[in-house]
T-cell receptor
Framework: DAEITQSPRHKITETGRQVTLACHQT?????MFWYRQDLGHGLRLIHY???????NKGEVSDGYSVSRSNTEDLPLTLESAASSQTSVYFC?????????????FGPGTRLTVL | AQRVTQPEKLLSVFKGAPVELKCNYS??????LFWYVQYSRQRLQLLLR??SRESIKGFTADLNKGETSFHLKKPFAQEEDSAMYYC???????????FGIGTKLQVIP
């Protein structure tokens, strides 16, 4: 069965370190997204991609970067982790197109920056 | 730009009582509207979408273009309905989805 996975599921790191969160989907979806989920803010879009070599900034992209070298993966990198980036991170994918924008979510990564 | 508003962060109802989770949106065109649900410690999953006009787990949602609303309703709440609910809007095509901040539904036994 097709799925979307994230790793690691939990991560503790220190301020200033570079961290990469992995997202892998086997839906063969064009679109992939990264969100952070925080109490009182809901889901906020960090970065997204509509296909290989395409990346776009979301509403809270500062301090984060992504790259899309293939259809299946969209890793999220925190260049220099900050305590404000402690959050739960969700990756999602969708096929894209009219009537095809249902997003399929990964299980999430809980990141703690000390 | 599109916007989704969920005015209630927390909604508490008794088991068996009716439930209405409010969602209002702003978008000039004809959007696709969705409700996603997140049960405790689980991933978000699609509950329903307006274009399918179906009832899932007893929930329904009607798109009211005049009031720009897409409220989620269920006539009789169950304890297993306790979860976080997100309303979401897609302009359609290859465009990103905008989520509301979510409403936590707590069903009291």
């Amino acid at each position: 069965d097709a799925e979307i996975t994230q790793s690691p599921r939990h991560k503790i790191t220190e301020t200033g370190r570079q961290v990469t969160l992995a997202c892998h989907q086997t839906w063969n979806h064009n679109n992939m997204f990264w969100y952070r989920q925080d109490l009182g803010h809901g889901l906020r879009l960090i970065h997204y991609s509509y296909g290989v070599q395409d990346t776009n900034k979301g509403e809270v992209s500062d301090g984060y970067s992504v790259s899309r070298s293939n259809t299946e993966d969209l890793p999220l990198t925190l260049e220099s982790a900050a305590s404000s980036q402690t959050s739960v991170y969700f990756c999602a994918s969708s096929e894209g197109g009219v009537g095809k924008n249902e997003q399929f979510f990964g299980p999430g990564t809980r990141l703690t920056v000390l | 730009a599109q916007r989704v508003t969920q005015p209630e962060k927390l909604l508490s109802v008794f088991k068996g009582a009716p439930v209405e989770l409010k969602c209002n949106y702003s978008y000039s065109g004809s959007p696709e509207l969705f409700w996603y649900v997140q049960y405790s410690r689980q991933r978000l999953q699609l509950l329903l979408r307006h274009i399918s006009r179906e009832s899932i787990k007893g929930f329904t949602a009607d798109l009211n273009k005049g009031e720009t609303s897409f409220h989620l309703k269920k006539p009789f709440a169950q304890e297993e309905d306790s979860a976080m609910y997100y309303c979401a809007l897609s302009p359609g095509g290859y465009q990103k989805v905008t989520f509301g901040i979510g409403t936590k539904l707590q069903v009291i036994p």
